[in-house]
């Protein structure tokens, strides 16, 4: 199950809910520290890098992207 199924699951909302589609038409995603890790080597270690799975300095980049987004998404922020 993929990390927004279980969001919508968690918030007991039918797959073809209203919100679901918001969701999906504006290109939410979902993540933790695992999948951000998982986003940061895809993108910027992509198919040259010297290694097949995130790195330490992978996960630490995924630590601070989501505390940062975090940060933002709840106002503390100035925008």
Excluded at 57 to 78: E, F, N, S
């Amino acid at each position: 199950m993929s990390m927004r199924e279980s969001l919508i699951q968690a918030m007991h909302l039918p797959a073809d809910s209203d919100a679901a589609h918001w969701m999906q038409e504006r290109g939410v995603a979902v993540a933790d520290q695992d999948t951000m890790s998982r986003a940061i080597h895809d993108v910027y270690c992509g198919i040259t890098a010297d290694h097949d799975h995130p790195n330490e300095k992978d996960h630490q980049q995924a630590q601070a992207l989501l505390a940062a987004l975090q940060k933002h998404a709840t106002g503390d922020a100035p925008a």
